[in-house]
């Protein structure tokens, strides 16, 4: 079982950065992949990010691509993901995630535990 809880949410000017927190619960958290998911007002939930249970492997959306980094410190049970160059598009809920496929889950229904969210809003 894994409890998770985003943090570093905020609205922050097109061009910006903010950095997003997951605080994670449990001793088996180094045994995850752990990923980001967003969510815009009447959308689905979208892949952004995923690292490895290891840090050694990361994917990312096409769209964040450059942009936005996923790291994580299993040391802390945290991961993080740092977003650059918002733009307005980026506007969304902000999920961390956990899962225990060991090859590249970008589905939603491939991760098991969920956080509560943190809002991102990018102002133009």
């Known amino acids: 079982q894994v409890q998770l809880v985003e943090s570093g949410g905020g609205l922050v000017q097109a061009g910006g950065s903010l950095r997003l927190s997951c605080a994670a619960s449990?001793?088996?958290?180094?045994?995850?992949?752990m990923g980001w998911f967003h969510q815009a007002p009447g959308k689905e939930r979208e892949f952004v990010a995923l690292?490895?249970?290891?840090?050694?492997?990361?994917y990312y959306a096409d769209s964040v691509k450059g942009r936005f980094t996923i790291s994580r410190d299993n040391a802390k049970n945290t991961v993080y993901l740092q977003m650059n160059s918002l733009k307005p598009e980026d506007t969304a809920v902000y999920y961390c995630?956990?899962?225990?496929?060991?090859?590249?889950?970008?589905?939603?229904?491939?991760?098991?535990?969920w956080g509560q969210g943190t809002q991102v809003t990018v102002s133009s």
């Open positions: 995630t956990a899962s225990t496929w060991s090859g590249t889950p970008i589905k939603r229904d491939q991760y098991e535990y």
């Open positions: 449990g001793r088996t958290f180094s045994r995850y992949t």
């Open positions: 690292i490895s249970w290891s840090g050694d492997r990361t």
